[in-house]
């Protein structure tokens, strides 16, 4: 089993930065695949980055070159440090753990309950 638990959410202004974290315990996810997703109210969850086991990471054009995330294994912790934050970053975030083939929200198996990020503009 996995739990994991979302933080680092809040309130900032346009072309601000946050750094989400997301900590996991009970069975490491050193070859987990972990992703971040977000759902903007009245949409669907959309796939934001993914961290693989082999440590291949992968981002959605929306948030390249402004995002980044990254894995502390011995923490059992993965992050997204988010900068030149826009209004249409504003979403509940979500961080998922997955095996196997895995790209889609779909394909995850454990997922947080989401930490808030509202940027203002």
């Known amino acids: 089993q996995v739990q994991l638990v979302e933080s680092g959410g809040g309130l900032v202004q346009a072309g601000g930065s946050l750094r989400l974290s997301c900590a996991a315990s009970g069975r490491t996810f050193s070859m987990y695949t972990m992703g971040w997703f977000r759902q903007a109210p009245g949409k669907e969850r959309e796939f934001v980055a993914r961290f693989s086991w082999t440590g291949n990471t992968y981002y959605a054009d929306s948030v390249k070159g402004r995002f980044t995330i990254s894995r502390d294994i011995a923490k059992n912790t993965v992050y997204l440090q988010m900068s030149s934050l826009k209004p249409e970053d504003t979403a509940v975030y979500y961080c998922?753990?997955?095996?196997?083939?895995?790209?889609?929200?779909?394909?995850?198996?454990?997922w947080g309950q989401g930490t808030q990020v509202t940027v203002s503009s």
């Open positions: 998922a753990a997955g095996s196997g083939r895995v790209f889609y929200a779909s394909d995850y198996d454990y």
